[in-house]
């Protein structure tokens, strides 16, 4: 158990809304079709924004809402599938930005998992150091979209959100366990973004429609109801807690039908699992932090309460953080 505390949360999502009936002008589909399987109902599309965009504008609303000075960083965490650059890292881009001079950064990608496997990194930091940090999960997937492919086009959106983290001696805020899961074997249900070999030694024929989002929904549907709960159920036991004595549960918003289902396996009120994915859809790295800071920005959340944070996605990915908020 290590006194970190979640001092300040802010997210960042692109002006453009695209509803269900609007993506009727791209492939066959409807509003009934994708809400009544999916539950999603609309999902924010950059018009020109990147990654790094967005993520600064999380960045400086973190500092600007805080206080914080950016030199006082020590580090900065950016979780994500989809940067600008393969070098440099979003989180450089992010540092140099907002001139945290004294802050190193590097990024993470367990793609929807990368939030929770990134704030398992920044724990390691701040209890070795007693130091300051930022961790911020961010995502242009519209890039990474075939907008003529209905299976996979209906459910990715662009966000980015983030938190300031600090280890304060003897606070009341805690980061109580962790679950971490990788499960490298089945990466290939869901993949996105593939990178052919091209020199002028060889030539990659593979087909390059594995740029984008590639999925197997039932294997990944069957991964994730069976996976997460698993990972919840050993982080509470490692936080010495019982899974009813969570107060609410944050999980990656993929589909609301997997988390309606997690709910159902670990015999929990489905009021205990905040969900906005119906405004937002999938956004990967960046769907936990959006809503935590949702949920905190309407007063859902108080201090004191004991949160369960889980996502799971491509790699493939679980993770879990028992978090006393």
């Not at 807690?241 to 929990?268: E, G, M, T």
Request: aromatic share 8%; glycine share 10%.
């Amino acid at each position: 158990m290590t006194g970190i505390q979640i001092v300040q949360s802010a997210n960042a999502v692109p002006e453009r809304v695209v509803p269900n009936d609007e993506l009727n002008a791209y492939m066959e589909t409807s509003d009934e079709w994708i809400s009544s399987r999916t539950g999603i109902k609309q999902r924010h599309v950059s018009t020109g924004q990147t990654t790094g965009d967005l993520c600064t504008s999380v960045a400086m609303q973190l500092l600007n809402q805080s206080g914080w000075r950016a030199s006082t960083l020590d580090f900065i965490i950016v979780a994500t599938m989809s940067p600008d650059y393969l070098t440099p890292a979003t989180a450089a881009i992010v540092q140099g930005r907002i001139g945290a001079q004294n802050a190193f950064a590097f990024d993470v990608n367990a793609a929807c998992s990368g939030f929770i496997y990134g704030l398992s990194v920044a724990e390691g930091f701040l209890h070795a150091t007693g130091s300051r940090g930022m961790l911020i999960g961010g995502e242009v997937l519209s890039k990474l979209v075939d907008w003529h492919e209905r299976s996979t086009a209906v459910l990715f959106g662009d966000g980015a959100a983030g938190v300031l983290l600090e280890n304060k001696a003897g606070g009341k805020s805690a980061i109580l366990a962790s679950d971490l899961q990788t499960i490298g074997n089945l990466g290939n249900r869901l993949t996105a973004g593939y990178q052919p070999v091209n020199s002028v030694f060889t030539t990659d024929a593979t087909d390059k429609h594995q740029a984008y989002f590639e999925m197997d929904g039932r294997a990944v549907y069957k991964f994730a109801t069976h996976q997460v709960p698993e990972s919840i159920e050993r982080a509470v036991q490692k936080a010495g807690l019982l899974v009813h004595d969570i107060d609410y549960f944050i999980l990656h918003q993929a589909n609301q039908r997997i988390i309606d289902q997690i709910a159902r396996r670990l015999s929990q009120p489905s009021d205990k699992f905040l969900s906005n994915v119906a405004h937002f859809g999938n956004t990967s790295a960046a769907s936990i932090p959006i809503l935590l800071d949702e949920a905190i920005r309407n007063g859902i959340l108080q201090r004191g309460q004991v949160i369960a944070l889980s996502g799971f996605g491509g790699g493939l990915t679980v993770g879990t953080q028992i978090i006393k908020y």
